[in-house]
């Protein structure tokens, strides 16, 4: 049985209480060495057999998992946040149904949820954003047409932006392409949740200097939006006016 587990946003104790059982259960544990934080291994029993997935290909990982599941091994495949998010499990989990071998998927903190939290923000606000972008900028691998970031950017909508603090000159420039105001407020937010996090406030027309100055280029999410302001409606649902299934509206 192969276990794919989301890790969380990187803090150790994000990880569910499920998650960090089958962790402690685990034979065989295969980790996404370049993003999970290696202090969510000290859990693994000392015969476990850790293998580090930044050195391999899929071929190399499919390849163990077969090994474990022929000797009747438990398996977690461990990966950062929640593996549905550029989690790369979609080609693993074709691979395993090919050979036959079971699997399950135990949901993690997305680190877009870490930078929320980091931020002391509401990506929903009324009157501002119902809805939120998660995307990432278009570099070695493409991204289909229709999913441009300025495509998305006119839709003025909470942006969460991944794998790209690289790339904050570029993303700067397709974001005020796509209509958001160069004073649009954004946020980096470098290695949500671990210890040593770090938030920087700076508008849309300032991130590639701000992620410069922090010596920012890599493993941090970019938020961009008017969430970020100080402009919103109160939520309807405390409003003592506002009638629910719960509570009459007052008079």
Known sequence: MVHFVGAGSGA??????????????????????????PALLESAKQSCEIYNSAKMTLDEVITVMQQAEAR?????????????????????????????????????????????????????????????????MEGRTPVPEREKIRLLAAHHATMVIFLSAGMTAQ??????????AP?????????????DEKVVRCTVGTLAESAANAGISKTALITV???????YANSKLYNAAFETGFRKAAE
Not at 19 to 33: K, M, P, T
């Open 171 to 180: 993303l700067s420039a397709e974001l005020i392409a796509g209509g958001y």
């Open 72 to 136: 009747r091994l438990q398996t977690v495949r461990l990966h950062t946040g929640d593996p549905s998010i550029f989690g790369a499990i979609r080609e693993q989990m074709d691979r395993l149904d090919a050979c036959g071998i079971a699997y399950d998927i135990c949901p993690g903190v997305s680190s877009f949820c870490g930078a929320a939290a980091a931020l002391h923000a509401e990506y929903t606000l009324p009157d501002v954003s119902q809805t939120v972008i998660l995307t990432r």
């Open 183 to 195: 004073d649009t407020p954004a946020a980096i937010v470098y290695k949500a949740t671990w210890d």
């Open 225 to 231: 939006g008017d969430f970020l302001g100080d402009i």
């Open 12 to 37: 150790p104790d994000l990880i569910t209480v499920r998650g960090q059982r089958l962790l402690s259960e685990a034979d065989v544990i295969i980790y996404a060495g370049s993003l999970v934080n």
